[in-house]
């Protein structure tokens, strides 16, 4: 079973810049997406960002489109979620998690089966 482990949350003002990484425990010929994914208090989950292993392509939700930049280091089984230009309403639990069942490449958070524990972002001033 794939495990999950994000860090890199944190406090920061608006305007600045955090890094999260997520280290996988298996090598990502044991799962077909990876995705990024965002709660904030009294809100659904949301995807954020995913990688296809098929292809490499990488998608992004529209309101982070152009700040945030999702990469994958395989050597390290590891991926990051690079966020600049941080707004208070990116302020949310961010969560790492793979589709290991099937090669469906979606920012819906149904088609995937294993999550992290999840780590704290905020923005605030």
């Known amino acids: 079973q794939v495990q999950l482990v994000e860090s890199g949350g944190g406090l920061v003002q608006p305007g600045g810049s955090l890094r999260l990484s997520c280290v996988v425990s298996r090598s990502e010929m044991d799962y077909y997406v990876i995705g990024w994914f965002r709660q904030a208090p009294g809100k659904e989950r949301e995807g954020v960002s995913c990688?296809?292993?098929?292809?490499?392509?990488?998608y992004y939700v529209d309101s982070v489109r152009g700040r945030f930049t999702m990469s994958k280091d395989n050597a390290k089984n590891t991926v990051y979620l690079q966020m600049n230009s941080l707004k208070p309403e990116d302020t949310a639990v961010y969560y790492c998690?793979?589709?290991?069942?099937?090669?469906?490449?979606?920012?819906?958070?149904?088609?995937?089966?294993?999550w992290g524990q999840g780590t704290q972002v905020t923005v605030s001033s």
């Open positions: 990688i296809s292993n098929h292809d490499g392509t990488i």
């Open positions: 998690a793979v589709n290991s069942r099937k090669r469906v490449v979606t920012l819906t958070r149904y088609e995937y089966d294993i």
